[in-house]
């Protein structure tokens, strides 16, 4: 897996001098800024049902049910869930709702991830200290990308 801070690195050594880097790399450094602009969405950590806005639980093998409006069945629909994650290791704990928030849990090693329903923010612990994260950007040196991230970072 390919994590994003020596990436980074790269580029910024690169990009000093534009007049001496061939257009492509000028291109490829374009997709990687966008990538790393992106807002954080929970279906970059986990299988994601935007539909529902809740985690996407990992279905029977033997349910075979399809779901009527999208014509695939519920593996289908998981597995294309499923290949949208961007960072690797994540698992979903739990929803935590209080008598003014509702909070989705992600755990990664030591730190967690809540994602505020509400307000549609992320925010992760290290134990430590709190931090709001807003872009892929913020996660870089925490990360590591999967087979899809990797993809749409243009690496």
Request: proline share 5%; charged share 30%; with cysteine.
């Amino acid at each position: 897996m390919k994590t994003l801070p020596n990436t980074i690195t790269r580029w910024e050594k690169l990009m000093k001098n534009l007049n001496d880097i061939p257009l492509g790399i000028v291109l490829e450094y374009d997709v990687f800024i966008k990538f790393i602009k992106q807002l954080l969405k929970p279906c970059m950590f986990i299988p994601w049902d935007d539909e529902n806005n809740c985690p996407f639980e990992e279905p029977d093998k033997d349910n075979m049910a399809f779901y009527t409006h999208k014509n695939i069945s519920i593996q289908e629909e998981y597995q294309q869930a499923k290949d949208r994650v961007l960072f690797d290791g994540f698992e979903y704990e739990y929803v935590k709702s209080s008598k003014y928030k509702t909070f989705h849990v992600f755990k990664f090693n030591k730190w967690t991830i809540y994602y505020d329903v509400e307000a549609k923010e992320f925010e992760y612990t290290d134990m430590v200290q709190d931090y709001t994260i807003k872009t892929i950007q913020d996660l870089c040196d925490k990360v590591q990308l999967t087979p899809n991230g990797i993809k749409q970072a243009g690496l």
